[in-house]
């Protein structure tokens, strides 16, 4: 059974910083792309980034660009988001998300529960 | 970006009928090479993440119920609900992933509830 689970929110100022980490098994976590995308409470969805199987190739949203980086560590099975810069508006729960297999890699049919990161002063 | 917008917001459905949830892309998201559309759907339950429904806009996932289904191409898209169940109370939501580099995006959402 493929797992994800979210950690490292928290309540942080605006202008902090914050890694989230999610935790895979279940699944050969170096075969596949991996994502994060968030909701704000209430609100929509909004993919954040991607990350390819090996690290080589990230992409993110204009929203967060130059702000976040995505990693991974796959001896860890380990997906990351470092988080610069934050702002009010990056409040949100933050979801990791397995790509689709036969589906798409840019669609994702696995999530986590997520982590609430709140931004305030 | 492409922008997805989904109508109506909300819709209330009596049990046992349909709900019929629509999806509009600003530019089309049918790739020529593969005739493929590059659109799914999503169910997000309360206080749960969302679950992928559907994929290449008519593809079921593996264990979707086969009352769900996707339909249209290019800009205009359909999530039909043939019968509806209380479990399916949810937001639905569409998402386009057709650009390259991927700047991948969601419809607003739609709410399903029961009359």
């Known amino acids: 059974e493929v797992q994800l689970v979210e950690s490292g929110g928290v309540v942080v100022q605006p202008g902090g910083s914050l890694r989230l980490s999610c935790a895979a098994s279940?699944?050969?976590?170096?075969?596949?792309?991996m994502h994060w995308v968030r909701q704000a409470p209430g609100k929509g969805l909004e993919w954040v980034s991607l990350?390819?199987?090996?690290?080589?190739?990230?992409y993110y949203a204009d929203s967060v660009k130059g702000r976040f980086t995505i990693s991974r560590d796959n001896s860890k099975n380990s997906l990351y988001l470092q988080m610069n810069g934050l702002r009010t508006e990056d409040t949100a729960f933050y979801y990791c998300?397995?790509?689709?297999?036969?589906?798409?890699?840019?669609?994702?049919?696995?999530w986590g529960q997520g982590t609430l990161v709140t931004v305030s002063s | 970006d492409i922008v997805m917008t989904q109508s109506p917001d909300s819709l209330a459905v009596s049990l046992g009928e349909r709900a019929t949830i629509n999806c509009k892309s600003s530019?089309?998201?049918?790739?020529?090479?593969?005739?493929?559309?590059?659109l799914a759907w999503y169910q997000q339950k309360p206080g749960q993440p969302p679950k992928l429904l559907i994929y290449?806009?008519?593809t079921r996932e593996s264990g979707v119920p086969d009352r769900f289904s996707g339909s249209g191409s290019g800009t205009d898209f359909t999530l039909t609900i043939s019968s509806l169940q209380a479990e399916d109370v949810a937001v639905y939501y569409c998402?386009?992933?057709?650009?390259?580099?991927?700047?991948?995006?969601f419809g607003g959402g739609t709410k399903v509830e029961i009359k």
């Open positions: 279940g699944f050969t976590f170096d075969d596949y792309t």
């Open positions: 530019q089309s998201v049918l790739y020529s090479s593969n005739n493929k559309n590059y």
């Open positions: 990350i390819n199987w090996d690290g080589s190739d990230t």
């Open positions: 998402q386009q992933y057709y650009n390259t580099p991927p700047a991948l995006t």
């Open positions: 998300a397995k790509a689709g297999d036969s589906s798409s890699w840019l669609t994702f049919d696995h």
């Open positions: 290449w806009a008519s």
